[in-house]
């Protein structure tokens, strides 16, 4: 007597069993299976994850395989695996950038942490890994991503007068240094001019369809950056620090604003964490150990990444060649990369925790004590 033939239900039975570590449901449940097709022992799937960086797309993928591998009657098992970004809500109040569909906002207590380093080489790893990524410069006082990310000139006026942003490495770009006379003279920019060119870039800017936009924020935690935050119909933001107890007082005055104005936090980020000889391989703490995964404890907020000191961040930055892809096998890329999933991740995370019926809505819901 021959086997029944096997069901859609016993292969989405057999799939429940892999859990969005992230999520905390299975990947049946979250409604990422699509396309499932079984004919004659042969079983093809597309797992549909909410962002092509997910850290478990390779383990996920071979569970399916295992799993549906081992039913009775499975002689083939094709698995596609596939992404589609969710999209970030923004609160009622801000006007939202059609096409775009989380803005993240890379953000520092004070100047020099590595806050723009550290944006290039999210947008960059996020690129790497699938998404549509476009990264926007409103670092008023040290517009560095031109030169980080390798392009100059000025952007030109495209369909409506809206002006097309710049391009390179895959990445979109907009940076205020694209508006600045050329020279190397200072531009001092008041805050309502700061709004004024930061609010151009993002609505009257061809940003197209973007999974995820960065924007390097200005340093602190000043009125420009405030009104900033409180315009910008953010998906959430990140928090750049060194291990310094005064890198980590600013960082917390950091958490404090965007806990404020009801912006989720996603994490924070440990740049210059500690620094590896090239030499030897020897790990030293140059400032304080510790300081970020410390910071992420008291706060309850989640330690996305460690990223190590080294100068080659700093010589390739300089070249205009973000360390990820000038380096993409060295450590400090993998901790980039590490980092930029953890963000995905998150974005994740909180896109799908707002306003559902099982958690409460935006902000409130990501445990932040600050105190
Ligand atoms: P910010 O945007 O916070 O002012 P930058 O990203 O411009 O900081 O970084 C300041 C300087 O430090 C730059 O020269 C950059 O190349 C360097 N830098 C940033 N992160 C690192 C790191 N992890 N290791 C070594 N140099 C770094």
């Not at 960059?124 to 006082?141: F, P, Q, W």
């Not at 996603?266 to 790990?283: K, T």
């Not at 150990?289 to 390739?316: C, N, T």
Request: proline share 7%; aromatic share 6%.
């Amino acid at each position: 007597m021959s086997a029944p033939p096997l069901t859609e239900t016993q292969i989405l039975d057999a799939l429940r069993r892999i859990q969005d570590p992230d999520l905390h449901r299975d990947i049946v449940s979250l409604d990422f299976i699509k396309d499932l097709k079984v004919e004659d022992g042969s079983v093809a799937f597309t797992i549909e994850l909410t962002t092509p960086a997910c850290p478990v797309k390779a383990q996920m993928e071979a569970q399916a395989k295992e799993f549906v591998g081992a039913l009775p009657g499975v002689k083939e098992v094709d698995v596609t695996m596939s992404a589609r970004v969710t999209r970030g809500r923004a609160a009622t109040d801000k006007q939202s950038i059609s096409g775009v569909r989380n803005i993240i906002a890379v953000a520092s207590g004070k100047g020099g942490v590595g806050k723009s380093t550290v944006a290039v080489n999210l947008a960059m790893a996020l690129a790497e890994s699938g998404a549509r990524v476009g990264l926007m410069d409103s670092d008023i006082y040290g517009p560095s991503i031109p030169l980080m990310m390798n392009v100059s000139g000025s952007p030109t006026a495209g369909a409506g007068n809206r002006m097309v942003p710049m391009e390179n490495y895959g990445v979109k770009l907009m940076s205020i240094g694209f508006m600045t006379p050329g020279d190397d003279s200072p531009v001092i920019w008041r805050g309502p001019m700061v709004m004024q060119a930061v609010t151009q870039f993002l609505y009257n800017v061809e940003w197209g369809e973007l999974d995820y936009l960065i924007v390097d924020m200005p340093p602190g935690t000043g009125d420009a950056v405030l009104t900033l935050v409180q315009k910008v119909p953010l998906s959430g933001a990140v928090i750049v620090t060194t291990p310094q107890d005064i890198a980590l007082i600013d960082a917390k005055k950091g958490l404090m604003m965007f806990t404020k104005v009801e912006t989720p936090i996603l994490g924070i980020v440990e740049n210059m964490s500690s620094f590896v000889c090239p030499h030897c391989g020897e790990r030293t703490e140059i400032f304080s150990s510790g300081g970020g995964r410390k910071m992420s404890e008291k706060y309850e907020v989640p330690l996305l990444g460690e990223i190590p000191l080294d100068p080659e961040i700093r010589e390739w930055g300089d070249q205009g060649k973000p360390i990820v892809i000038a380096k993409p096998e060295s450590p400090v890329a993998e901790a980039f990369r590490t980092f930029a999933s953890a963000v995905a991740a998150r974005v994740s995370v909180v896109n799908i925790g707002t306003g559902t019926a099982d958690r409460p809505a935006s902000g409130s819901y990501i445990p932040l004590k600050v105190g």
